[in-house]
């Protein structure tokens, strides 16, 4: 099983600044790696997958770079609604699908 | 709009049973895999089963295998997790969600509590 550790656990960022969030996997998974975004009481929202391509209807502002076993989440101007807690996920050597601790993104 | 609907959850003793179900809508259900995903309270994600197309392809976590049954029925645009030997451990919100690898839908989940 491949294991997923991301840093730091917490992240605190004033609004407006640039967030950068790491992930790393205990093997390489090329470029098999999401990330998702979850606020309380919802459900996880994909963001990015194939390591850096943008899901369907998310800003411009969320990028996602690396491949093999080092990755970054990259939000390049925190906004309000961007508070909330980040995943990484591989699904390059499946089953099963290992996710990341996640990241608490909160305000400075 | 893709809805997935869950439903099912509740309070059940160590060593019981549920059945999870998830109501999908809007897309063409038997053209995709279907997961479950779990969260136990203030914690993070983790797989727990999927399904292909078909059905005829089943994956689950370590933790879950021979316990837990995932199915689904294409007729009812229908996906089901059947959970037998509750644990403690097995208390988490279940999401329901479209696709294997990167799931772009999700449901809104629903709590199983495994406690006495």
New interface residues.
Partial sequence: EIVMTQSPATLSVSPGERATLSCRASQSVSSNLAWYQQKPGQAPRLLIYGASTRATGIPARFSGSGSGTEFTLTISSLQSEDFAVYYCQQYNNWPPVTFGGGTKVEIK | EVQLVESGGGLVQPGGSLRLSCAASGFTFSSYWM?W?RQAPGK????VA?IKQDGSEK????SVKGRFTISRDNAKNSLYLQMNSLRAEDTAVY?CARG?????Y????TLVTVSS
């Fill in positions: 997961s995903v993070g994600l983790e797989w999927n994956y689950y976590v370590d999401y294997y690898s990167t799931p772009g999700w449901g809104q989940g």
